[in-house]
Each structure stands twice: as structure tokens, then as C-alpha cells.
């Protein structure tokens, strides 16, 4: 049986949670990005939506992934548990949609097009794991109101999230059970309390990109109380030359990217690969003309830039590539070309669940 636990809030500054990268939203927004999908007949259709809220009104773009076309749109309300907008798109066709809050996370309901049968059309949240991954300052509150302080670390590899909490008095203790559906993260923890041990099981609700809000409370006695967390920024990474790249911008940075180059001969698409190491930027671009490899790619804070050798008919061009990360996640900037011939350049990630 346990003694008494006359002082165990210590080890409640293990308790810790997480958040993403990325829309920033509360209970009541819907400001940020989702993924609005759309039934027609046997086939889902999924597009890119992106929100921006004004009191009970809204604006956007309706983005369609494949070729980046974005159809942007004002008018749209919400008011008692509906969203409703309307979308112009360039055939001239109207959409416009009426869709219930189901959650935080999710709205359905219907798409009407001019002259057609209603098709069923849900939006969510465009969250990732990713959202959890990271570092956290945790506040965990006992039954008398005292605060403990802690730091929460949260990975993921191939699938499986893991953990760690630490705080001063009692070291790093592995996490257990760690699990996050979009919504809620749920993990269990033991610790030392005075010689005996004690299982606690938190869950907390993502309340916005770098806060999460929950109660913690011990498997096998009635003790329970309050905590949050919030996602710490991460440290600045310094060359000797006084330049910086913050980590979380070298990892939104990296991987690939879908890009399209307005030149004098109309669009152009391109595939970029990116891997940071510092502030060397390396890679390869894929064309219609092959493959090349990027050179004398650096990155200073959000800006990037890169070469690489194109092919045409009449042989080799170096092309230069300078873009900044946008807070959207888009990859924004130009092209040139010796003798002053460029145009503008714009990436994006796809976005994942």
C-alpha cells in the first residue's frame, strides 16, 4: 500500500505537452490551413483551404495541390456552428458550401455547384504529427495551487512517438504510451514519490500551435490537477560569421519542394530537393531537361539561394535561385540567369495529415 504522500508535486514537473508548427487557431478560430475534401460520386477530390477569420466573418483561398491554382474568395460567416462561403472559380462556376462544426478539427456538410446535385464536402484541421514533436515548458499545478516547472521532449520515428520529461529534482524519466490523434495527446509517466511508485496518466487538448491545456491524474488514487505547456523556441544556431538559421526554419526548409518559374516562354515546373547542414544548402533540381545538382546554395534566417546548371539546346545555363520562406510555408523569390534574364519562383510542400 503507498505512505502518504505528504510532498509528491514534485514530480508532477514531468508533466508536459505539445503543439505545431503550424496555423495558429483557439477553441472558437478557424483561422489557419485545412484540408477541405469533397464527394463526387465514388471519387474523393481534396483540395488546400486556407482561412483567415474577422469576428463571425471570413475570407480565403481555395487551393487545388496539383498545379497550385488559387481561387480566393471574401464573404464567408459563421454563426452558430456554420461555416458557410462561397468560391468563384475561373470556368465561372459558383461553389458554395454549407458546413456544420462537428469539432475543433472538423466541419461537414455540402458543396452546391450551379445546376447540380449537392455533393457532401468535409474540411479539417491540416495537422501532423509534426505537431507534437519538439521541446516544451511544462506548468504542472498541484491540489493546493502550487506550480511545478518541467521540460517535456517529444520525437517521432517511423510512425511511433517517444518522449522524455525533466525537471531538477528528479532527472529524465522516460515517457509511456505515448499517442496524439489530431486532437488529444495521451501519455503515462512514473515517478518516484518517496520510495514508492506512482503512475500518472495526462491528456491534453491542443489549444493553439504552441499551447496545450489538460489535466494530469494518478492511475491508482484520486489525485488529479491542472497543466499547460508551451512550445519553447528553439535556440538560435550562430556561425562564426554572425549568421543564424533557426532550426525549425532549416527543417520547414528541407525536403522537397514543388516549384513553378514564370520565364518569357511561360511556366515552368521544377522539383528541388533541399538538405541543410548549417548554412551549406545542398540537393538537386529535376526538370523536364533532367537532373543537375544545386552548388553554392547557403541559407541565412528564412532565405535561401542556390545554382544549378540547366540544359538547352544551345548548351549549359547557370540558373540562380533566391527565395525566403514565407510564414504560409511557401517558398517565394526568382530566378536569373547571366546577362540579366530571370522571372519569379514559387515552392510548395505538400500538406500532410
Request: proline share 4%; charged share 30%.
Given at each position: ?131 507534437v514533436v519538439g521541446r516544451w515548458s511544462v506548468v504542472s499545478i498541484n491540489t493546493d495551487g502550487k506550480e511545478f516547472p518541467s521540460t517535456l521532449e517529444l520525437a517521432e520515428k517511423s510512425g511511433v512517438l517517444t518522449g522524455t520529461s525533466t525537471s531538477r529534482e528528479l532527472g ?26 506512482v503512475s500518472f496518466r495526462i491528456v491534453a487538448e491542443l489549444r493553439k500551435p504552441d499551447k496545450l491545456e489538460g489535466r494530469w491524474k494518478t492511475r491508482d488514487a484520486d489525485f488529479s490537477g491542472d497543466w499547460t505547456a508551451t512550445r519553447e523556441v528553439s535556440p538560435v544556431a ?116
Amino acid at each position: 500500500m503507498l505512505q502518504p504522500i505528504r510532498s509528491p508535486w514534485i514530480l508532477l514537473s514531468f508533466l508536459a505537452c505539445l503543439s505545431h508548427p503550424c496555423s495558429a487557431f483557439t477553441d472558437d478560430s478557424i483561422s489557419g490551413r485545412w484540408k477541405f475534401s469533397i464527394q463526387i460520386e465514388e471519387q474523393i477530390k481534396e483540395y488546400d483551404l486556407v482561412l483567415e477569420q474577422d469576428g463571425n466573418k471570413f475570407s480565403g483561398e481555395l487551393i487545388t495541390p496539383r498545379g497550385g491554382r488559387k481561387d480566393a474568395f471574401e464573404g464567408g460567416s459563421i454563426e452558430g456552428g456554420w461555416l458557410k462561403f462561397e468560391v468563384k472559380l475561373e470556368a465561372g462556376e459558383a461553389c458554395a458550401c454549407e458546413l456544420e462544426k462537428k469539432s475543433a478539427w472538423t466541419f461537414e456538410g455540402k458543396l452546391l455547384v450551379s445546376g447540380r446535385s449537392p455533393f457532401p464536402a468535409v474540411i479539417t484541421r491540416a495537422i501532423s504529427r509534426d505537431a507534437v514533436v519538439g521541446r516544451w515548458s511544462v506548468v504542472s499545478i498541484n491540489t493546493d495551487g502550487k506550480e511545478f516547472p518541467s521540460t517535456l521532449e517529444l520525437a517521432e520515428k517511423s510512425g511511433v512517438l517517444t518522449g522524455t520529461s525533466t525537471s531538477r529534482e528528479l532527472g529524465t524519466i522516460v515517457l509511456e504510451k505515448v499517442s496524439f490523434d489530431g486532437e488529444k495527446l495521451e501519455f503515462e509517466l512514473t515517478l518516484p514519490i518517496e520510495g514508492n511508485k506512482v503512475s500518472f496518466r495526462i491528456v491534453a487538448e491542443l489549444r493553439k500551435p504552441d499551447k496545450l491545456e489538460g489535466r494530469w491524474k494518478t492511475r491508482d488514487a484520486d489525485f488529479s490537477g491542472d497543466w499547460t505547456a508551451t512550445r519553447e523556441v528553439s535556440p538560435v544556431a550562430a556561425s562564426p560569421a554572425g549568421k543564424t538559421v533557426q532550426p525549425l526554419v532549416a527543417k520547414a526548409l528541407s525536403g522537397k519542394w514543388h516549384a513553378i518559374a514564370e520565364t518569357p516562354g511561360g511556366k515552368k515546373a521544377i522539383v528541388i530537393e533541399l538538405a541543410l547542414d548549417g548554412e551549406k544548402v545542398s540537393g538537386k533540381t529535376h526538370t523536364s531537361r533532367g537532373a543537375a545538382e544545386l552548388k553554392g546554395g547557403k541559407v541565412a534566417g528564412k532565405k535561401v539561394e542556390f545554382s544549378f546548371l540547366y540544359k538547352m539546346d544551345e548548351g549549359e545555363v547557370e540558373v540562380k535561385v533566391e527565395a525566403e520562406l514565407q510564414e504560409d510555408g511557401v517558398l517565394k523569390g526568382s530566378w536569373s540567369i547571366p546577362g540579366g534574364a530571370g522571372g519569379s519562383f514559387l515552392g510548395m510542400k505538400p500538406v500532410l495529415l
